[in-house]
Antibody, heavy 119, light 112 residues
């Protein structure tokens, strides 16, 4: 069974860069699927951030595109998220996710990691 | 404000059936069969329960079913059980101006 695990700092200062890594177990990223990030502010709904294919092809949420970068490292079976110039509005639980390449849904989620933006 | 509109809350008694609606536009729900539904218990990651409008992943109870009519998708849960009490989110692919993936605001299901 594929497993996804987020890692990274839980506290980021305003205007700095949020960086997270997702480590995938029991499935080689290079075999296929899109891999992505979704976030959920405390007490609020879900928001898609972006996805990446093992080839490096990406799709980002238009409203976040200028601040977001998703990269993949198939040698480590990991993918990563960077969000620049963060504000309090970026405080959320960040989930990494697996997305079938033939559709648009998440079939496997990481457990999530809370990132708080505060000085 | 979420791109897809869901009722904030619904409730039902054990054994009953409930339906949660998810209303979008012809650029998302109405235009593509890429509607999915997720169940989220407090403090947990969401869990996929329906994909591509009406397909149930392996291991998901057949008490959960999905459908779509026009710009509105629906999730029906039959034979309500206490463990069904959770938040439910719909989502859809959209390409109104550019590629995007949107979620509803979520519906809190209370089992009375």
């Amino acid at each position: 069974q594929v497993q996804l695990q987020e890692s990274g700092p839980g506290l980021v200062k305003p205007s700095e860069t949020l960086s997270l890594t997702c480590t995938v177990s029991n499935y080689a990223i290079s075999r296929g699927y899109y891999w992505g990030w979704i976030r959920q502010p405390p007490g609020k709904g879900l928001e898609w951030i972006g996805i990446i294919y093992h080839s490096g092809s990406t799709h980002y949420k238009p409203s976040l595109k200028s601040r977001v970068t998703i990269l993949v490292d198939t040698s480590k079976n990991q993918f990563s998220l960077k969000v620049t110039s963060v504000t309090a509005a970026d405080t959320a639980v960040y989930y990494c996710a697996r997305v079938p390449s033939s559709s648009w849904y998440v079939d496997n989620w990481g457990q999530g990691t809370l990132v708080t933006v505060s000085s | 404000q979420s791109a897809l509109t869901q009722p904030a809350s619904v409730s039902g008694s054990p054994g009953q059936s409930i339906t949660i609606s998810c209303t979008g536009t012809s650029s998302d729900v109405g235009g593509y069969n890429y509607v999915s539904w997720y169940q989220q218990h407090p403090g947990k990651a969401p869990k996929l329960i329906i994909h591509d409008v009406s397909n149930r992943p392996s291991g998901v109870s057949n008490r959960f079913s999905g459908s779509k009519s026009g710009n509105t998708a629906s999730l029906t849960i039959s034979g309500l059980q206490a463990d069904d009490e959770a938040d439910y989110y719909c989502s859809s692919y959209t390409s109104s101006n550019t590629l995007d993936w949107v979620f509803g605001g979520g519906t809190k299901l209370t089992v009375l």
